[in-house]
């Protein structure tokens, strides 16, 4: 399945190293398959562990969604915290979103071992009130994040208009967020791996899955592999799991400006997104340029490249000149991509309820990189017979899980 199309900006900002594929072993512990950020954090929480792991990517690293993601990383969900106590009960809620807040730590406490830190900055964000009316959602919000000790504070229209350049009549600013570049957060830790005894293959299409019970063989054009277990880190393609019933996959689009050195930005350079559903956001990156995305439509495949991605583009682009005024940008990069979303909003995470040596790590919902650390360890607890009692608020058969 195409995930993408259009003009991707993060592959330009580094070079990869020429990957040749290993030799095959005659066993792995654990075979991963899709070398996305969900199966590279994978294979480093079960190489923590021990276990040998090979990955098999039937493009090349990194190359799915990982490369289109705009590289938010946010402790708040598209699913307000006060919402999902609604939807799933407190208790639960409020882990998932402490869940969700320590997974950015990890993923900083991983991307500082990495070249360039893949760009990982500390930032907060800022969700500012698309309409009057979605105020006392954000005050609410506010609330239930500081009764639970989450970093939040609620902006009136008076503050949002000393520290923004454009009107909104509230917003939420909560901090401990981050901005990263993923893709060469992907790369890095990629190369980190294969220095410790990860073998990637890439180019190698995982479609004939053989459960012996004691063992796994999946059968590929570059020879077959065994192996004791496998994990399905392969993102919005085909769900290896159940029917669609419970997941839909959208698609969205995004710019990316030219550089703008002299251009300070705003406040703290937050994240900046917003309450309407689909929502807008946007972010800076260290070269200075600003990312803007949103746009969301009810089709799967991504729209051709073309004249339909110039006019989303174009339109993001008008958004962003009101959002900045007196400022003009121009989108050098421009794409739509796939992107899942399920019907509580949280990701799919765990074991095949009768496979059990078949494991998913599905990163549904706009927070997909937090989803993938937190999914990552999830996975290794489980893999490793250790009790995890977050497990079952992300497992595949939950009362919103798949069908
Ligand atoms: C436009 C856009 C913006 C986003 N912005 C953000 C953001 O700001 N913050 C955030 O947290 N998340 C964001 N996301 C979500 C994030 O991109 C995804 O959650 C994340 O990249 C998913 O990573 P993954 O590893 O699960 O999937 P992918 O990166 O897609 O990796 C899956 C891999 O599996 C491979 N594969 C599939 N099937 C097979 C097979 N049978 N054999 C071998 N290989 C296979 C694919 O080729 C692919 O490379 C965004 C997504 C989009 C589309």
């Known amino acids: 399945m195409e995930l993408h199309n259009g003009l991707l900006f993060w592959p330009t900002t580094l070079v990869k190293k020429q990957h040749t594929n290993p030799e095959i072993k005659p066993y792995y512990d654990t075979i ?16 923590d562990e021990g276990l040998t792991v090979a990955i098999l990517e039937r493009n090349e690293l990194g190359s799915g969604s990982t490369s289109a993601n705009t590289g938010l990383l946010q402790y708040s969900n598209d699913i307000q915290l006060h919402e999902l106590c609604d939807l799933i009960g407190e208790d639960d809620a409020v882990r998932f979103y402490k869940l969700c807040y320590k997974a950015v730590d990890q993923l900083e406490e991983i991307a500082l071992s990495l070249q360039d830190q893949a760009h990982f900055i500390r930032r907060p964000s800022i969700c500012y009130a698309s309409e009057k009316s979605d105020v006392k959602k954000l005050e609410k919000e506010c609330e239930i994040l500081v009764k639970h000790g989450f970093p939040a504070e609620f902006w009136n229209e008076l503050i949002v208009e000393k520290r923004l350049p454009f009107e ?4 939420l600013y909560t901090s401990s967020d981050a901005e990263i570049n993923p893709y060469k957060f992907v790369v890095a830790l990629a190369e980190q791996l294969i220095s410790r005894g990860l073998d990637l293959f890439e180019n190698t299409y995982a479609n004939i899955i053989e459960d012996e019970g004691t063992h796994i063989i999946l059968r590929t054009m570059n020879g077959d592999f065994k192996a004791s277990r496998i994990v399905y880190t392969t993102g919005y393609e085909r769900l290896p799991y159940g029917k669609m019933k419970g997941a839909d996959i959208k698609r969205s689009y995004a710019i990316v400006t030219e550089q703008k050195p002299g251009y300070d930005g705003w406040y703290e350079n937050a994240l900046i997104w917003e309450t309407a559903r689909p929502y807008l956001y946007m972010r800076k990156t260290v070269d200075q340029r600003i990312i803007i995305g949103g746009l969301d439509e009810k089709k799967a495949k991504p729209a051709e490249n073309g004249p339909k991605i110039n006019i989303m583009a174009d339109m993001l682009l008008d958004r962003l000149h009101k959002l900045l005024p007196g400022e003009t940008f121009h989108a050098p990069y421009k794409y739509c991509a796939s992107f899942g979303e399920s019907l509580d909003q949280l990701p799919f995470i765990g074991q095949h309820p009768k496979q059990p040596n078949h494991f998913y790590l599905l990163g549904f919902g706009g927070n997909g990189t937090v989803y993938s650390m937190l999914g990552s360890q999830i996975i290794a607890d489980l893999i490793m017979d250790r009790p995890n009692d977050d497990a079952r608020i992300v497992s595949l058969n939950r009362k919103y899980g798949l069908k």
């Open 32 to 47: 991963i398959i899709g070398a996305g950020i969900s199966g590279i954090l994978t294979a480093k929480a079960l190489m």
């Open 168 to 171: 909104a009549p509230g917003a």
